[in-house]
């Protein structure tokens, strides 16, 4: 059984520090071998406690996708994180994308962050947030526009 | 006398001829004048008779025609009100009708308007919806075309980015 200041202590990690780590390490860490992401991961959670370092150890393998999937639902079963995602036309440039989640982590404290890549929005970028759709993507703009035309011709 | 006598006229031949001119009288009498005068007014009466049923046949007649001829009036009259009423009921019922096929040709105007207005906002919803479907094919198209400009995704990406962060709801 984990007391709960160890739940909240893993909960606090999940949704903070490795949800960081997890979206703004170098792409190579998900093509790395287990064992280099072993290492990695050690380097991460040197200062934690073994708590961290065995629960850490579930994240050694599988792709960003799957890290974030499982992130999430880990950090569901000692909290109640909120899921933001990230969704681009294209893939951020490292320093756009350690810009946006650093912001973002600092506007929404334990959401945990997906970033997806999503080359049918042809361009720019949309944020779903507990149900909330903030679009700037260009299909967004395009179904807007298309939804403002067809709504005037139907009041004309 | 002696004149009557000349003339061969005496008193015994008086009273014969007195005697037998009484018995003629009285013979005829008897069996010719009383029978003949019976018979005459026998006669006379049955033609009264008849002539007095005669006249009661004749003023029946009257009676009886002047009743069916009253009768035939009323017949007339009543076959005149029957027919006015007819007339009048059957033009009752036509007027009924006309205003009935009026209406229902003014319904059936209205229906066939409204079903042509339907069909013409149908038409022009489909041309609307099918034009937009093809601006937005055409813009779908051009923005295809631009996908494969990595700098310019890149760049709407950064500016999605920026706008999001100016944004309120953010």
Do not use: C
């Amino acid at each position: 059984m984990i007391s709960q200041r160890v739940r909240d202590e893993l909960f606090t990690f999940l949704t903070e520090d490795f949800n960081i780590f997890l979206n703004t390490v170098d792409a190579s860490f998900f093509a790395s071998s287990p064992r280099r992401r072993q290492q990695a991961l050690d380097l991460f959670t040197e200062k934690h406690s073994t708590a961290i370092k065995i629960t850490v150890k579930l994240f050694i393998t599988g792709s960003y996708h799957e890290l974030s999937t499982r992130l999430y639902r880990l950090a569901k079963a000692f909290g109640k994180p909120k899921l933001l995602i990230i969704q681009s036309a294209a893939t951020p440039s490292t320093e756009q994308r350690d810009g946006m989640i650093h912001a973002l982590t600092e506007k929404y404290p334990k959401a945990i962050i997906q970033q997806r890549v999503s080359p049918e929005l042809y361009g720019g970028m949309r944020l779903f947030l507990d149900g909330t759709l903030l679009d700037e993507t260009w299909n967004g703009t395009l179904g807007k526009l298309m939804q403002s035309i067809q709504q005037r011709l139907y009041v004309s | 006398m002696e004149a009557l006598q000349k003339l061969g006229i005496d008193g015994a031949s008086i009273l014969f001829y007195l005697v037998n001119y009484g018995v003629l009288f009285f013979i005829l009498n008897k069996f010719v004048i009383r029978p003949l005068t019976k018979t005459m007014d026998e006669r006379s009466n049955q033609i009264r008779t008849n002539l007095q049923e005669a006249e009661q046949l004749r003023i029946d007649f009257q009676t009886e025609m002047a009743r069916k001829t009253a009768e035939a009036s009323d017949r007339d009259q009543q076959l005149n009100h029957d027919l006015t009423a007819i007339r009048e009921n059957a033009e009752k019922q036509a007027q009924h009708l006309l205003k009935e096929a009026e209406k229902q040709r003014e319904q059936l105007l209205a229906k066939t308007n409204e079903d042509i207005a339907g069909m013409k906002d149908r038409l022009l919803s489909d041309i609307e919806r099918d034009l937009l479907g093809r601006i937005e094919s055409i813009v779908r198209h051009v923005l295809d075309e631009t996908r494969t400009d990595e700098k310019t995704v890149q760049s709407s990406v950064k500016n999605a980015w920026d706008k999001l962060k100016q944004s309120s709801k953010l």
